[in-house]
């Protein structure tokens, strides 16, 4: 990773996203947070939300083309009311949720899988016009080893389940840097 996020940059990262969602939910202009350098500088950013445990969104930018401060707060509201598998989030279940945040590394094409560590990586596997990501977090939240995490993927992609076996798969890394509104 480029750099490092202090924890109470990480507190206004989660103090933005809520508030993204919280604004437009109540249909007024947001009160962000001051932001520092680090968090102007352009990243790409997920932002998780868990209602009860289960996943409730889950929307991000892989490519750093906004700084980490507007890409958080675009991925918040987009979490909260665009994930096509997920009704808009509601003013009820404001309360309910929690956020996650993943600040990603550059994506770094591999040509041998053993390359990915469990855990520590993230992949963003494509094939034709077809191409899924699993975060680093996903293989571990559920114990897979790193076949089951590509897998996985392949599935996400909406391909065969061996499909990164083939050689006009490609797969990149990325490591994130992740954090919750339970963590800190």
């Known amino acids: 990773m480029e750099f490092d996020i202090t924890p109470e940059e990480k507190k206004i990262l989660l103090q933005t996203a809520r508030e993204a969602i919280a604004a437009r939910i109540e249909k007024r202009k947001p009160r962000y947070p001051e932001s520092t350098e680090t968090l102007k500088k352009k990243c790409g950013a ?9 996943l409730r969104g889950c929307i991000g930018f892989i490519i750093a083309t906004k700084p980490l401060i507007e890409t958080v ?8 009311f665009n994930d096509p598998r997920f009704p808009a989030l509601t003013a009820r ?25 469990v855990g520590v990586h993230g992949i963003l596997l494509k094939n034709g016009l077809f191409s899924g990501l699993l975060l680093p977090q996903v293989a571990t939240d559920y114990g897979w080893d790193r076949d089951t995490f590509l897998t996985h993927t392949c599935f996400k992609a909406g391909l065969p389940a061996d499909c990164w076996r083939t050689e006009d798969t490609e797969i990149e890394v990325f490591s994130a840097i992740v954090f919750s509104e339970v963590s800190l």
């Open 93 to 117: 279940e404001l309360e309910e949720i929690e956020i996650e945040i993943s600040v990603l590394s550059p994506l770094r094409r591999i040509e041998n899988t053993e390359e990915i560590q």
């Open 73 to 80: 707060q675009d991925a918040a509201q987009s979490s909260a």
């Open 46 to 54: 997920f932002v998780t939300l868990h209602k009860q445990a289960g």
